[in-house]
């Protein structure tokens, strides 16, 4: 048994009514947890991508794998845990903020490569994309000032390079085995 | 593709209603019966069928119409139909549905939905079927469009029938089947972006078997539900004859090799013979063809065959390494893979394995059970053992889920595949009865016995209606304990005796087949088990064959749920003694 891990798998699925639904479902009755799942449009026409991080050993994770290809809908499961890829969360904190604090936390926005987006006499709204752990970086370093509100997106994921595949948008090959 | 059926008229390129589609699909697939409870959002849909060749079987409810598609599956291997209207119509067939999903039964369900801009208004009798099934279909659809029905249809029955075979429910709005479009109908191949259901092995993975094989000294081939499905009987007969493996069925798996073969073990797990449960435990490989290692054939995982190297062959990836892990996986149906292994293994006698095997049999079975004394008193195993010789093993048995439904797995030898009809995977009490009814329309010139509880029974007893109406015959014997069977056991060995919510008052059931002008016989001792048989048999009609059996007695063996394969309760034996009870273990025929 390998260690259990965090997993990021990018899921093409047709993009029809409830499939969401029926992946988050998939998800819940074979108690594979899901960390964060995100979904949105392609350049493909009629395609949709998730990007879904969840905790799995080796074997869970090609039966993951497995039970996403059964659905009718999920047309490509790429398990992307492994390959060269880019990760990144979108996070939009509000923080207390007085005229005296406003450099230093400026400062720090410039450190994290994230921006200021909106200001108000006693509060300041920082946007901030990046690996799941600079945000937290983030997070930790302005808690002090006091964190009002905060909202994040789930891990988006896309590999570096040219996919192998080499299609417009890849479908379930031929003949598979995810056994292999 | 589907024949064209003579008695169809051609209405490809006319205007049809909705409803009309929906038949017009069905008998272009091939259906010819169908199972339903009408309702108002799919009354359109019946008000059409009347003018197209398919038999409707009115059911008493609607669990009852998708027990018996599922029945009428398991028994043909075809695709069963049922048909309900929308909300509760709906929600009774999902019991029947979870059923099939477990056991992976071909199966459509048609519901109807009330009128597409009803939808989410909480409207009269509207459910969110589509979403309530997600999790117990292989898929489902909301059909809110004339046009989308035929393509729809076929769709479904494609998915219900390919890969490993599951059922599709496909809800058709109220509104869509009234309106009407041009009717299409397309005879090419379905390719669906995101399902491919054709597997191929690894030519690695079947050398890595073929090398395993070579090497063991102790090898046991699992032959489960995927043997039948993929009609794999006659190339396991010769893989087993070539390499004189000895055969372990599951539950689901007898009938798919012959149970009276020589190398044929009996069925292993919870309650499967001990010298099966203590091979596994011994086998040094286990070669498991279209099983998917359930926790009532394990039991503890951790202590579960760990001398043995595994070989899993299954249709479906989703189930390798899922509850065992396993060495050598190779995936695709049971019959092809076979087929490509059977020329690379070696003939071989392996006298010290089947001697062994035979030695740990000779110790714990009784040779012949009919000779066993009854000592006055009317046992099941005595009961089932009767039907089996009477029927001469060649009947459709179906079963209910509790002791009765063991005691049938043990002492009626299966020897051809689809002559056992049993809810495996969901273990749902009330479906023998109307699985029986959707068998005997598959099999009009079977013998179709019901073999289930008093419990079991009256959960969907109405259906004996259904068997009056339709006038047709399966044979009902009732276990009669007047307890609920298995839980009554557990209670007894796992919670200290308190028989809680167990001893079950029945109604008098040949009062019962009186009321709806059928047959009703009940049977108090074994010298009157023959008769009552042979009448059932000879009478036209259904007949419900009331067995007072033993109200105490237990299956045995048992391992007790998550023990250790080899840690068997087996059946206290007292010789001698006034209470000694006759029956040991499992039986074999002469």
Partial sequence: MSQSVKRTFAVFVEDKPGVLNRVASLFRRRSFNIDSLNVGATHEAGVSRMTIVCDADDDKAKRIEANLYKMVNVLWVDDITHKQSINRVLALIKVNCNRDQRDEILKICDVFRARAIDMSPDRITIEITGPQDKVEGLVSVLRPFGILELVQTGTVAMTRGVEKHGLAHPTVPASRNSAV | ?590
């Fill in chain 2, 1 to 590: 593709m589907t024949p064209a059926n003579p008695k169809l008229e051609n209405r490809i390129g006319e205007s049809l209603s909705g409803a009309h589609i929906i038949w017009e699909a069905l008998v272009r697939e091939g259906v010819d019966v169908c199972f339903g409870y009408p309702g108002g959002a799919i009354m359109p849909a019946y008000d059409a069928m009347i003018e197209y060749p398919i038999h409707h079987v009115l059911t008493r409810h609607e669990q009852g119409a998708s027990h018996m598609a599922d029945g009428y599956a398991r028994a043909s291997g075809e695709v069963g139909v049922c048909i309900a209207t929308s909300g509760p119509g709906a929600t009774n067939l999902v019991t029947g549905i979870a059923t099939a999903m477990l056991d992976s039964i071909p199966m459509v369900c048609i519901t109807g939905q009330v009128p597409s801009q009803l939808i989410g208004s909480d409207a009269f009798q509207e459910t969110d079927i589509t979403g309530c099934t997600i999790p117990v279909t292989k898929h489902n659809y909301l059909v809110t469009k004339a046009e989308q029905i035929a393509p729809t249809i076929r769709e479904a029955f494609y998915i219900a029938r390919s890969g490993r075979p599951g059922p599709v429910v496909v809800d058709i709005t109220k509104d869509a089947q009234q309106q009407s479009c041009v009717f299409e109908w397309k005879d090419d191949e379905i390719v669906l972006p995101g399902y491919r259901p054709d597997y191929a092995p690894l030519a690695e993975q079947l050398e890595d078997a073929v090398e395993l094989i070579k090497n063991a000294k102790r090898p046991i081939l699992f032959s489960g539900h995927g043997v039948v499905k993929a009609q794999a009987t006659e190339t396991l007969m010769e893989f087993v004859e070539k390499t004189n493996i000895p055969v372990a069925c599951t539950l689901l798996g007898l009938g798919g090799f012959p149970a009276t073969h020589p190398r044929n073990l009996g069925m292993m797990g919870m309650h499967g013979e001990i010298w099966v449960n203590k091979a596994i435990q011994e086998a040094d490989l286990i070669i498991a063809v279209g099983m998917r290692f359930d926790d009532r054939v394990t039991g503890n995982l951790k202590t579960y065959a760990q001398n043995a190297k595994k070989i899993h062959i299954e249709l479906d990836p989703a189930e390798i390494n899922k509850n065992v892990h396993v060495d050598v996986p190779i995936v695709g149906d049971a019959r092809t893979i076979l087929k490509k292994l059977l020329p690379h293994v070696d003939k071989c006698d392996r006298p010290e394995w089947l001697a062994y095997i035979e030695k740990i049999q000779g110790g714990s079975t009784v040779k012949d059970i009919k000779n066993l004394p009854d000592m006055g008193k009317l046992y099941a195993a005595h009961v089932i053992h009767d039907l089996y010789r009477l029927t001469e093993g060649k009947a459709l048995v179906v079963t209910d889920v509790g002791q009765h439904q063991m005691w049938e797995a043990q002492y009626y030898k299966h020897d051809y595949p689809r002559k056992l009809i049993t809810s495996g995977g969901l273990g749902t009490m009330g479906f023998a009865l109307p699985a029986a009814i959707g068998a005997k329309f598959a099999k009009p010139d079977d013998s179709v016995w019901v073999i289930c509880g008093d419990g079991g029974f009256q959960m969907t007893q109405a259906e004996l209606s259904t068997c009056a109406q339709e006038g047709i015959k399966v044979n009902v014997a009732i276990i009669n304990n007047g307890f609920l069977g298995m839980v009554r056991q557990w209670q007894e060995f796992f919670f200290g005796g308190r028989y809680v919510a167990t001893p079950m008052l029945s109604p008098d059931f040949v009062k019962i087949a009186d009321a709806h002008a059928l047959t009703g016989i009940r049977v108090e001792k074994r010298s009157e088990v023959e008769e009552a048989v042979r009448k059932a048999e000879a009478t036209e009609g259904t007949v419900v064959i009331d067995f007072r059996v033993e109200q105490e007695d237990s299956v045995y063996p048992m391992v007790p749920a998550g023990a250790d394969l080899g840690d068997m309760i087996e059946r206290p034996h007292k010789p001698g003694t006034h209470d000694h009870n006759p029956i040991f273990e499992t039986g074999e025929d002469d």
